[in-house]
Each structure stands twice: as structure tokens, then as C-alpha cells.
């Protein structure tokens, strides 16, 4: 798609992309909100243009933090002057409800930032378990980080009460990086209409960025035209698979390789209610040297990994399984090269013990 040749970003079929692409957003986010666009930018501008549009200075946000994205949503709301306040809970495990209930009573926010995907850690926060919360604070807008989550994992912005939610192309979307989808509710809006002053960053400023996606088509920057096609045809080939059964395919294969890495003698760094299928976290077993498998891994086998963040560094491995790359030949692929690399560091691990588990879990029954 992005080989296709340029239009200009005003010309009326690039102006049918356009529209096309806020419909098959909306499918994917769960939305009817009318400002549902990509950002152009990657994921953290998503992050950016959700804060700086929402936040005004002064305005008291709180920002739930277990993993890396967590610590980048409090900085950029720090940027914005915004009063932050952070709730945290320890990295590889979600925040608790009744904690982030109790610190909205005793905090009042404005706005609650908190990551539904944190990629460094592995874990999925049940954000829909907040919708009787948020109900008790109707004047809280609910932001969301959904870039690990939309296309792998069920996003439902309306249903969940989501404010603003923002994601990023090259995660469960598979799709090259350089676009952030994004959308805001009604409330949301009000929000930014009654702003006192102008949004600090002109670039992000969806008063303006929403004239050219809206009925207006208000030239404000250049779309990145490329990006726009091949984000279309992404989520074409999303819509074409159907949400469900994606969501199920990234579910059974990350249960797959669950039941490989256990039969290896290995483990999941998380509990088993809050594991991300789109992002799976193995703990490194005693005595084996993590930047040497991860070379191994990525030279001879043409695999890449990821290493643990911050707190986590040397002690898991983060294994995507992201879009088209979940799939059964990666999760047996990756078995059979990790049990070799293991080996050959003198980790005992059953012969074929890995892939063999695997193959049985995908022979059962769906
Ligand atoms: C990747 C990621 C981001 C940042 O996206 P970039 O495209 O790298 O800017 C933000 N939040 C989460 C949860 C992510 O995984």
C-alpha cells in the first residue's frame, strides 16, 4: 500500500481515505465518537496529543504506573502543568480498583491516566472494571494507553466509559510505525472546547487537526500520505479477519506458547488473570545470561526478542506476539530456538519438550 503513488492531502480521494479510515477506527477503538483519527506521529505523539489537549495547567491529573509507559504518561502530564499525582503498584502486576478508587476520592482529578497494555512489564489492566468507579466521579476524564492493545487485545472505548484513547500502528495493528490513532468523547470535548487558553502545542491542537479530518478540511499540516494508506490497509486486513476472532487468535497463541514455556521448566513473569497476549513475559531462570541468549535468538535464528525495562532488566524476556506475527509457526519457532539457546548455555530443558506442549494445546479443541 505505502508503494502506492502520492495524492495530495486535499485531493478528493485522499479526502475518501480519510473518511474511510475514521469508520475503521471506529470499529477498532468500540467508538461513535465523532474526532476518532490517527495522529501523525507514533505512539507517544498519541500520548502527547491526548494530554496537552485535555490538560490545562493547573489541572490536577492522576497517573497509575507499573511499567515504562505509566512513568511516560506522569512525565508528559508533568510538561503540560498539570498537578500529578502518581498511583503505583509494584512492575508485573496491575493497579487494584479499590486503590485507584480510593486515590480518585482522595486526590479529585481531573483526569485519570492509565496504560491498558503496559508493553514493559506484560501486563493487561482490566480497564473495564473501572466503569462503576468512574460513574461516582462524573466530572474525571478516563485517558487511556491502548498502543499494545487495539487490534490484539477487546478495546471498548464507549463501553468502558474511555475519555480519550490513543494507540500506535506498528504494535497489534501491524502496520509500519509512524501514525497514533486516536479518539475523544463527547466529555472529552467539552473539555477541550472550554479551555481557557489555547492548547500549548500547535502541531497536536485537535481544534485544528479535527478541521482537516471534519466536514471543514481545513488544511493544517501535511498528512503523511503513505502512512495514511498503509494504516487503511491494515485495518482492512483487520476488518476482513473480524475483531473477535483476531482477539481470539492472539488468545490461543499466547496460551499456546504459556504451555511451551512452562513444559521448558520456565515461567510467566505474571499472574494468569492479567496476562497480555500480546506481549508475554518469561522470567530468565537463575544462571542463564540474558543478553547472550538474545544475541543467539536474533543471529542464528533471525528472532527478536525483547529484554526487561527499568526494574526488569536482566530478569524477563518479552516475547511479542503482535498481529500477523501471532501465529502458530512463530510460537513453535520460537520454542524450538529458545530450548537450543538454552541448552547450549547448559540449561537442562526436555528434548522438544516446548514445541511438543504447544502442538498439543493447538490440536484441543478451540
Ligand atoms: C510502544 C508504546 C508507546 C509508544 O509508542 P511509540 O510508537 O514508540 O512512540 C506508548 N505506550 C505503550 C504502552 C507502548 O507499548
Not at 502496520?175 to 490513532?181: E, M, T, V
Not at 485537535?206 to 485495518?235: C, D, F, Q
Not at 530456538?337 to 504447544?358: C, D, H, I, N, Y
Request: with cysteine.
Amino acid at each position: 500500500a505505502m508503494a502506492k503513488p502520492m495524492l495530495g492531502h486535499l485531493d478528493p480521494e485522499f479526502l475518501q481515505i480519510m473518511n474511510k479510515l475514521q469508520e475503521l477506527l471506529r470499529q477498532a477503538f468500540g467508538t461513535k465518537n465523532p474526532l476518532t483519527i490517527p495522529i501523525s506521529g507514533t505512539g507517544s505523539a498519541g500520548m502527547e496529543a491526548a494530554f496537552v489537549n485535555v490538560v490545562e495547567p493547573g489541572d490536577r491529573v492522576l497517573v497509575c504506573i507499573n511499567g515504562v509507559f505509566g512513568e511516560r504518561m506522569a512525565d508528559v502530564a508533568d510538561r503540560c502543568g498539570a498537578e500529578v499525582k502518581t498511583l503505583s503498584a509494584p512492575w508485573g502486576q496491575p493497579l487494584d480498583t479499590a486503590g485507584i478508587e480510593e486515590a480518585i476520592r482522595a486526590f479529585q482529578p481531573r483526569i485519570l491516566g492509565i496504560v491498558h497494555a503496559e508493553t514493559s512489564t506484560g501486563v493487561l489492566q482490566p480497564i473495564e472494571d473501572l466503569r462503576p468507579v468512574l460513574k461516582k466521579f462524573p466530572q474525571l476524564l478516563l485517558l487511556v494507553d491502548t498502543v499494545t492493545s487495539l487490534g490484539g487485545h477487546p478495546v471498548k472505548v464507549d463501553d468502558w466509559g474511555i475519555d480519550v484513547c490513543y494507540s500506535g500502528t506498528q504494535k497489534c495493528l501491524s502496520c509500519p510505525p509512524g501514525l497514533a490513532p486516536i479518539t475523544f468523547s463527547a466529555k472529552a470535548m467539552e473539555k477541550i472546547k472550554g479551555r481557557a487558553k489555547k492548547v500549548q502545542s500547535w502541531y497536536l491542537d485537535m481544534n485544528m487537526v479535527g478541521k482537516y479530518w471534519g466536514s471543514e478540511r481545513t488544511y493544517h499540516h501535511t498528512a503523511p500520505i503513505s502512512m495514511n494508506y498503509a494504516l487503511l490497509e491494515a485495518l482492512r486486513i483487520l476488518h476482513e479477519e473480524g475483531l473477535e476472532p483476531r482477539y481470539e487468535r492472539h488468545r490461543r497463541n499466547h496460551l499456546a506458547l504459556v504451555r511451551g514455556i512452562e513444559a521448558l521448566g520456565l515461567h510467566m513473569h505474571v499472574a494468569e488473570p492479567f496476562r497480555l497476549w500480546s506481549l508475554n513475559a518469561v522470567s530468565i531462570p537463575a544462571g542463564i545470561d540474558d543478553a547472550k541468549v538474545r544475541l543467539k535468538l536474533l543471529q542464528e535464528y533471525n528472532l527478536e526478542i525483547g529484554g526487561g525495562l527499568g526494574a526488569l532488566k536482566g530478569k524477563i524476556w518479552r516475547v511479542g506476539l503482535m498481529g500477523h506475527s501471532s501465529n502458530e509457526a512463530n510460537v513453535l519457532y520460537f520454542l524450538t530456538a529458545l530450548e537450543q539457546t538454552l541448552k547450549e548455555q547448559g540449561f537442562e530443558v526436555p528434548r522438544g519438550a516446548g514445541a511438543s506442549a504447544a502442538r498439543e494445546f493447538y490440536a484441543e479443541p478451540a
